[in-house]
DNA sequence: CTTGAATTTGAATTCAAATTCAATATTATA
DNA sequence: TATAATATTGAATTTGAATTCAAATTCAAG
């Protein structure tokens, strides 16, 4: 049935119904597995229950033994997704402290690997987001999350603005916004006009992290650390 | 019908199939002011020919008159919209030349306004620039067409820096998505920690015109011209 | 082994919309 | 005004999946 209420239809969190013997674990982990590869595929909106289930090598019936629909099923596989690509806390342990470019680009690799890996299931996230209104206050939630780090350092970082919490923020979001469409450009869309001359994934990270470090701070990252983006260096008002 | 197929299934351009008498022009337009109410409202995927009808004041039959499928009658639909609220020409007339701040400006305010005005519309551009290929690559070439005007200034603008015209392009995109994401979940989804205290038009388009203007720059735009974003004046390393 | 509960199957059923079309009304043209 | 063409109606049909469920199978415990 294609889905015309509103909100989520999920039950308990977990998603989980009956079958929790160790072949209901299995079978279950076998639908979750099919439905990642046709979310990579088809994308949320085509994906159907036989799908999952020819995928899966199940009978279609099984799907409803472990599954009210598919929304229910399709949101565990991204949240698992989102769980797992977004572990911030491991990629910070790494980044020496105060070293504001090298966090920013840390977080950028993990971002534009997600889309290079996985851009059928990237464009899934802003699918689901569309049509269950608690899928997409999670995956805010998570990015402010993400964010708050930066946002709580603003006064400290920029005393003399003197901005407010809540302006903090929306700087803050609007900078975190950008790259954003040029990622689903490139990666979901593989627009020709971007495409062209292939970007690796280092390159990538780098331009989204020079231009947020630009707007953020109104200087370039230290040089040394430039490569892809070393010419921005001369990119400033004459 | 779910629609399952790739391609957009549209007809010659205009979408026109029978019906130019002038009662015919008539019937297709209530079509399609209706069609432009349910599409703010419900969105493109909950949209059902019942609606459209029902809202135009018609029977469901006559929709097959006029459309062969929702996708033709909502493509006409958006594309009208975005003809009508692009009109980039109108915008830059009023610009000194050579002030970039206010041209940078003027190109968000129209954004925004369209957002702040059509959200829900603004939503659908992109439900269904997701579910047909060739709509999405006519965003993106506006888009693209948008923004030649500043990527053919980059040589000029920033001579030392002698980047590439694909890179310099990769740079414009990236700034231009800025403000994308804070858009959407301010005026589309409408998160609670963006609109808490609410931004004027004016004073969210300042807002992203000034990250824009500073990625692009290294600077702020001339003070005087700024209000809400005063205080980023001293947004800078210390 | 036996037994019963849990799992699995897939054909039959249900369902919400899309789509058709014969009948009727309206408009344009001679 | 008569006649043909076009527009409009809405009930009936078709469609494409979702959903159900009785029967078959597997599995674990006694």
Redo the contacts between chains.
Sequence with gaps: M?D?EIRSSRKIAGGTGKGNSPKGERARAKLKAAALLVLEEV?Y??MRIADVTGRAGVASGLFYHYYPDLKSLTLEVLEDFVAHSRRVEDIEKDVPQGDWYARILAHNLLVVQSYAQRPGIM?CL??LA??DEDF??ML?RNF?HQLRWLTRQMPKL???????E??A???V??????????LR?YYV?R?E??T??G?GIEQMAE??AV?FY???????PPAEKLHYTA????????
């Design positions: 294609v015309r994308g909106h085509r464009r802003l699918q569309d049509s997409a206050r805010r402010v920029f005393p003399a603005a003197a901005m407010s809540h302006q923020m929306m700087v979001y609007t900078l975190a916004g950008t790259g954003e469409t040029i450009d869309n627009d006009v971007l062209d001359p970007l331009l989204i231009m630009r707007g953020l701070f109104l200087e370039n010419v921005l260096q001369d990119m400033r008002k004459a």
